[in-house]
T-cell receptor, first 116, second 115 residues
Framework: AQSVTQLDSHVSVSEGTPVLLRCNYS??????LFWYVQHPNKGLQLLLKYTSAATLVKGINGFEAEFKKSETSFHLTKPSAHMSDAAEYFC??????????????FGTGTLLAVQP | GAVVSQHPSRVICKSGTSVKIECRSL??????MFWYRQFPKKSLMLMATSNEGSKATYEQGVEKDKFLINHASLTLSTLTVTSAHPEDSSFYIC???????????FGQGTRLTVV
């Protein structure tokens, strides 16, 4: 079975400083992994996805994530936080095979606060 | 990317009434649609998976008679909350995948409040 664990429920950074949101996954086969962002009372927007190609994945708005099989991690990073980055972030693993998205399994989310 | 439109974005209804939420794929054919429920300050919980023209597959613990899902066409799925109660108040989100099935596109969500 697949699962994801987001290690921090809340992260607070200052504007202009780096962002690190941690995610560990568990999967019995090569997983597809995603990061989604959700602004208050909004739907989800895909930031980036890993589907067994390059291990360093670049997404929108300057975010990137690195797939590390040895550590079963898929941490999300951004070099410099912006006020507009304040939102809830979800690490997600696909329950399907390969790149399929038959069932998405969500982590519990990390609320990112950006201080001026 | 592909667009999924969910309607209404916000609805308030009286206890005992039914509410229908629509999820439409605007520029692609959605072979599979998913319905999620999100409790305050919580993650998304998958309620059911629906494939066009067939019955929805419900996750364990989700009452199929309470949450009726219809996926009658390749661009529309509906979720009807029947005989709603205050505990059904939540944020409901749909997502859809196309035939390539490599990415899920999410609707904007529906905030349901049952009073």
């Amino acid at each position: 079975a697949q699962s994801v664990t987001q290690l921090d429920s809340h992260v607070s950074v200052s504007e202009g400083t780096p962002v690190l949101l941690r995610c560990n996954y568990s999967s019995s086969y090569s997983p597809s992994l995603f990061w989604y962002v959700q602004h208050p009372n909004k739907g989800l927007q895909l930031l980036l996805k890993y589907t067994s190609a390059a291990t360093l994945v670049k997404g929108i708005n300057g975010f990137e994530a690195e797939f590390k099989k040895s550590e079963t991690s898929f941490h999300l990073t951004k070099p410099s936080a912006h006020m507009s980055d304040a939102a809830e972030y979800f690490c997600v693993v696909s329950g399907g095979y390969g790149g399929a998205t038959n069932k998405l399994i969500f982590g519990t989310g990390t609320l990112l606060a950006v201080q001026p | 990317g592909a667009v999924v439109s969910q309607h209404p974005s916000r609805v308030i209804c009286k206890s005992g009434t039914s509410v229908k939420i629509e999820c439409r794929s605007l520029d692609f054919q959605a072979t599979t649609m998913f319905w999620y429920r999100q409790f305050p300050k919580k993650s998304l919980m998958l309620m059911a998976t629906s494939n066009e023209g067939s019955k929805a597959t419900y996750e364990q613990g989700v009452e199929k008679d309470k949450f009726l899902i219809n996926h009658a066409s390749l661009t529309l799925s509906t979720l009807t909350v029947t005989s709603a109660h205050p505990e059904d108040s939540s944020f409901y989100i749909c997502s859809a995948t196309d035939r390539k099935n490599t990415e899920a596109f999410f609707g904007q969500g529906t905030r349901l409040t049952v009073v």
